[in-house]
């Protein structure tokens, strides 16, 4: 992927990133006369909580396919060494 692509793919998320937590303390601004000047230390526990386990699991689930890639393409470099059967 070039670097454009991903600065784009990067530039995206944050901005759904905003957007949702603007919505989120947004509601509650309803309810309680607050914005997002001044979130209550619940909702941001819970978003801390939220986005370190969004990050945690990006970086497992990265892990998981590159391993399952480094196992298949050490199969294909073993199939190649062997000497093929006629």
């Known amino acids: 992927m070039s670097i454009?692509?991903?600065m784009l793919a990067?530039?995206?998320v944050l901005t759904i990133i905003v957007i949702g937590a603007y919505v989120l303390l947004g509601s509650q601004s309803n309810q309680r006369g607050e914005g997002l000047a001044s979130?209550?230390?619940r909702t941001?526990?819970?978003l801390t909580t939220v986005g370190a386990s969004a990050f945690i699991t990006g970086f497992g689930f990265r892990d998981v396919i590159s391993r399952a890639l480094?196992?298949?393409n050490r199969n294909r470099?073993?199939?190649a060494q062997?000497?093929?059967k006629i």
Request: charged content about 35%; aromatic content about 4%.
């Open 70 to 72: 480094a196992t298949r």
């Open 4 to 6: 454009k692509k991903k």
């Open 77 to 79: 470099m073993k199939a």
């Open 39 to 41: 979130p209550s230390v």
């Open 44 to 46: 941001f526990v819970t």
């Open 82 to 84: 062997e000497p093929k």
């Open 10 to 12: 990067t530039v995206i």
